[in-house]
């Protein structure tokens, strides 16, 4: 009885002090009443709604002849997009994907590479050597991380890459998410 009548004490006590204040009025909703945790929240400001956030980052997409793999490192994840053809179902498939939820991709320092042509014989093509279609997700390390046959939708490639352990470093780190 002691053993129960602690552990109810303890329920009580992380509960924490009643909030003290003005009580709704009953014809108010409980979504109309803001709730806010002044401990956990910074404070909102006027200038902070009145648009003075930086303008939305878009997601760059940039042909394998343009870019190397060098250039990325620690700074950016490469998602390289490989085709045959740049008619290639999956191609185009994936490339829509790609454009239609990007800020997902944004928030997670994605660049994505496109190589459609293998005669052009890029250094990209050279180094992963895709057979067909292929998506392939590099880290800031430079290391390859996933190789998919298929197209893949944002919403897989966000998670895949918040386990890899440096995303998982700069989420623990606090690094805003934009």
């Known amino acids: 009885m002691k053993l129960i009548f602690l552990i109810f004490a303890m329920a009580v006590a992380a509960m924490g002090p009643s909030q003290e204040g003005p009580v709704p009025e009953a014809g108010a909703s409980r979504d109309s009443v803001p709730q806010r945790n002044p401990a956990r929240l910074p404070p909102i400001s006027e200038a902070d709604d009145a648009g003075s956030r930086p303008p939305e980052e878009e997601l760059r997409f940039l042909d394998a002849g343009e870019a190397e793999r060098a250039d990325f490192l620690w700074n950016a994840r490469p998602v390289v997009v490989f085709a045959e053809t740049p008619g290639d179902p999956a191609f185009v498939e994936q490339l829509e994907a790609l454009r239609s939820d ?14 459609s042509d293998p005669a ?23 290391q390859v991380k996933i190789r998919r046959p298929s197209p893949w939708d944002v919403r897989e490639i966000g998670r895949a890459i918040d386990r890899l352990p440096l995303r998982r470093q700069e989420i623990g780190r606090g690094r805003p998410l934009r």
């Open 102 to 115: 990007a800020r997902q991709l944004v928030d997670r320092d994605v660049v994505v590479v496109t190589d």
């Open 120 to 142: 052009a014989n890029s250094s990209w093509r050279q180094e992963l050597r895709p057979r067909g279609f292929s998506l392939v997700l590099i880290d800031k390390d430079g």
